[in-house]
């Protein structure tokens, strides 16, 4: 399987309700060149995960649109939060797609890649806005993912 994970785009600075922050403009142009840069590259998810906050979840819907993948799926466990142990245990479920994306949030997505490529504390790690991760998985299993890119959306 190969897990596209994309960390969600810029968005309203921070306010009484966190799930409820909105996408920016500059939010809206970089899932939309997200979206651009996986279609030019011929990277169409099976099926495209997100975390329920509406930042999360209109990257994934502007992103999606431009893929042809409609009403990406809205999984709870994706939340500001999600531990990686219990995402693997997750994503579990959905391993007969051969190709998958998952929206969420930092510094939660971090402690996924570095769990799944086996580099410990995701303290060397960490995601800018927007940005793209591609990881090959044998199987949803600690340290058993190839890391295929990470790529900020200033690259794309």
Not at 34 to 46: A, H, M, S
Not at 81 to 94: F, K, Q, W
Not at 120 to 127: A, C, E, M, V, W
């Amino acid at each position: 399987m190969l897990i596209i994970i994309l960390r969600h785009a810029d968005a309203e600075p921070h306010c009484a309700d966190d799930a409820a922050r909105r996408l920016t403009e500059r939010g809206y142009k970089q899932a939309k060149r997200v979206g651009c840069f996986l279609k030019e590259q011929g990277l169409r998810p099976d099926i495209i995960l997100t975390s329920p906050a509406v930042r999360a979840r209109d990257t994934a819907e502007i992103a999606g649109k431009i893929l042809g993948v409609q009403d990406p799926l809205q999984v709870p466990w994706a939340s500001c939060g999600m531990e990686p142990i219990a995402a693997l245990g997750e994503l579990a479920s959905y391993n007969r797609f051969k190709t998958l994306m998952l929206v969420g949030h930092e510094p939660d997505l971090s402690s996924l890649i570095a769990t799944l490529l086996g580099i410990g504390k995701s303290l060397s790690l960490s995601l800018p806005k927007a940005s793209l991760t591609a990881i090959e998985v044998p199987r949803l299993t600690p340290a058993s993912g190839i890391l295929q890119f990470l790529l900020p959306v200033k690259f794309l």
